[in-house]
């Protein structure tokens, strides 16, 4: 299948890397129903490990069956579906080749307090090699008192990967205790948290939807002086994509905590389209619905972004 005019513009972005690098942006770019439009819509299951199992999964019980998420991206039409080792061992000879993979490198879990979060590497590039991976995923804590060593993980990980040409992935997600728990999606701390992955060489950043809050007293002051609109959430998702090398790297949104009505998330991947985003991943609004209503939402989702739909 040839590359269509978007996709090349955007594997373009990515001057600096090898053919492998982007042979698998574009396997991604180019898989599942947004295939060819330059928007993505990626399945994430790393829940089990970062909330445990019942919060997980007893919603739609299902999805304790790690070949249960794979079907579901198949169906639903991913451009990819990214997990932890345990949940891509257990199934991906079963899926070989049907949907890009993209291998979780880092986790933490939830059975202490952890105001300064410092995930473990949970898995390695070569991992990700022997189980036909696309790419790489790794998350940062900007704001964490152990962002540094993050930042260091990230760098080692992500070279190695780009040297076999995997692509990198990378969850910015602030926290931390000098972080209001509000401010960890003020849009100045978000569009931070962007820009900081993109320095760090990811290729796909994933940050969450920002709230107009403006959490840092110097950055409010540059909001108001330059008159930064940021009033509706179209405007903040157009300010963390330029806040994301002026889109010149591909921004994708979370989907966050699980939504009983379908429209809110709809009106999301709208403002996501409206503001020039790439896309969505979306996790507990997947796969804690029952699959079909999972599909219905999905393909909604994707008609939003292949603009079939207001």
């Known amino acids: 299948m040839r590359l269509t005019p978007r996709v090349r513009e955007i594997l373009a972005y990515y001057s600096a890397d090898n053919p492998g690098v982007k042979a698998n942006l574009a396997r991604m770019l180019m898989h599942g129903t947004t295939a060819g439009s330059g928007r993505m819509v990626i399945l994430p299951v790393d829940q089990g490990f970062e909330h445990g199992p019942a919060r997980s999964f007893a919603p739609n019980p299902a999805g304790y069956d790690p070949r249960y998420h794979f079907e579901l991206a198949l169906d639903a039409g991913c451009n990819a579906y990214a997990a932890p080792l345990g949940f891509l061992e257990a199934a991906a000879a079963d899926f070989a080749g049907e949907v890009p993979l993209i291998l979780k490198l880092n986790n933490h879990d939830v059975l202490h307090d952890e105001k300064d979060p410092l995930s473990a590497v949970t898995g390695s590039v070569d991992d990700a090699l022997r189980l036909g991976c696309a790419a790489i995923g790794f998350t940062i804590y900007p704001g964490s008192s152990h962002a540094g060593v993050m930042y260091e993980q990230l760098r080692d990980l992500a070279e190695d990967a780009k040297s076999v040409g995997l692509a990198v992935v990378v969850w910015s997600y602030p926290r931390g205790s000098d972080l209001s728990k509000s401010g960890e999606t003020a849009v100045d701390v978000v569009a931070y948290a962007a820009q900081i992955a993109a320095q760090l060489g990811a290729h796909i950043v994933k940050v969450k939807l920002p709230s107009d809050q403006l959490e840092q007293a110097e950055a409010k002051k540059a909001y108001e002086k330059h008159a930064i609109p940021i009033g509706t959430l179209a405007?903040?998702?157009?300010?963390?994509?330029?806040?994301?090398?002026?889109?010149?790297?591909?921004?994708?949104?979370?989907?966050?905590?699980?939504?009983?009505?379908?429209?809110?998330?709809?009106?999301?991947?709208?403002?996501?389209?409206?503001?020039?985003?790439?896309?969505?991943?979306?996790?507990?609004?997947?796969?804690?619905?029952?699959?079909?209503?999972?599909?219905?939402?999905?393909?909604?989702?994707?008609?939003?972004?292949?603009?079939?739909t207001k």
């Open 235 to 308: 405007e903040r998702v157009r300010h963390v994509v330029q806040s994301t090398f002026d889109g010149r790297r591909i921004v994708i949104f979370s989907g966050g905590a699980k939504k009983d009505k379908d429209e809110d998330v709809l009106n999301e991947a709208r403002a996501i389209r409206d503001g020039g985003g790439f896309g969505s991943i979306i996790g507990r609004n997947s796969f804690q619905r029952t699959k079909s209503a999972a599909l219905k939402l999905l393909h909604s989702i994707m008609a939003v972004y292949n603009e079939e």
